[in-house]
């Protein structure tokens, strides 16, 4: 089976082709993970066949926070207790690959939670309230927090970072034409602009981190609706990104979250992620609807990614795969 082969790309050397995906537990203790966030984090590290475990997003500033139980690395003071979630997974599974995931929700959060105004590309307006464009300073410094947020992930044991571009959220919010409405170096005129933001954070971080960190990039390639991006903006925008200092293209939706409407099918990303992978030489990992190995291995088995991330069915079944 493809799915247990490893897989070797540079810095990044996983036993197999499967992923459990990034999963918000809500379990956060003021910010720190608590006692049932380690607990579910040794649970999905239990499983054998899996290559790589990625956290639930953290916020990389308070305002981007994007919801009460969220989980941080704002500050230096979390990393004793990272420290403790990376070394009990370790202790379960220790050649498993444990990522970090780091965030900022932009507008996809409200003022309740981050005592301020909410940011974004765009003065929009949202259920929860309008948002202020952010101006161009204010981007520089929050990129800066990006890669501090990162270099903690890396003192806190971690083996790699993720930077969280999808779902809505601030980076995925300058990426999507929908909601990038600026005229500056950061508006939706062409890919690079609408990329600059996430781009000039993955140099940050890659600062930040040094030469030989892991950093996966979590893309919400397409937005599936009217005028949003499309298949082949992630396709030009896994070229750009592909000649980056990265590791990894995590592929997932845009402003529709990691769902598709009208569709249900096993990797219901798989048309966008089979034109990115042909199109670039970076691992791509292929994540949504998939319940059976049989269905991640006719994934790869057709070249829709280099990795499967098994989500909601791994959480149901912490042991899925292991009696196929
Ligand atoms: C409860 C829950 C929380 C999630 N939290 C995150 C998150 O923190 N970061 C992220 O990138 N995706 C998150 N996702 C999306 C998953 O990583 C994945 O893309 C999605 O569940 C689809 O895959 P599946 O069909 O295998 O579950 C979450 C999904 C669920 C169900």
């Known amino acids: 089976m493809i799915l247990q082969k490893p897989l070797v790309h540079g810095r990044l050397q996983l036993k197999s082709r499967l992923v459990i995906p990034p999963m918000a537990t809500q379990s956060s203790e003021h910010d720190l993970p608590g006692r049932a966030t380690i607990a579910h984090y040794q649970k999905m590290a239990g499983n054998p066949l899996a290559g790589l475990l990625f956290t639930e997003h953290h916020y990389i500033d308070m305002q981007g926070k994007a919801n009460p139980y969220q989980l941080s690395f704002a500050s230096d003071k979390v990393i004793p207790y990272q420290q403790k979630l990376t070394a009990a997974v370790r202790a379960v599974n220790p050649e498993l690959r444990f990522f970090a995931q780091i965030n900022h929700a932009g507008i996809n959060t409200s003022s309740y939670i981050t005592g301020e105004k909410m940011v974004s590309a765009s003065a929009l307006s949202t259920g929860s309230g309008t948002s202020r464009a952010l101006p161009a300073e204010e ?13 903690r992930v890396k003192e806190a044991g971690y083996d790699g970072v993720e930077i969280h571009a999808a779902h809505g959220y601030l980076l995925n919010q300058f990426y999507s034409p929908l909601t990038n409405y600026r005229t500056d170096a950061y508006g939706p005129q062409n890919i690079e602009t609408r990329l600059r933001f996430l781009t000039e954070t993955i140099a940050a971080v ?11 990039v979590r893309l919400g390639g397409c937005d599936y609706m009217e005028s949003g991006s499309t298949i082949e903006d992630a396709v030009r925008a896994a070229k750009i990104l592909s000649s980056l200092d990265i590791d990894l293209l995590d592929l997932s939706g845009g402003l529709h979250i990691y769902t598709r409407p009208g569709h249900s099918e096993a990797g219901w990303f798989a048309d966008m992620t089979t034109a990115v992978k042909a199109a670039t030489s970076l691992p791509v990992i292929l994540t949504g609807g998939v319940r059976t190995p049989q269905q991640a291995e006719e994934l790869l088995q057709r070249k829709a990614a280099d990795l499967i991330g098994v989500g909601r069915a791994m959480l149901r079944n912490p042991a899925w795969g292991v009696d196929a």
């Open 139 to 151: 981007i520089l410094q929050l990129e800066e927090k990006f890669a501090a947020a990162a270099r």
């Open 206 to 216: 890659r600062r930040a981190v040094g030469a030989d960190f892991p950093v996966a």
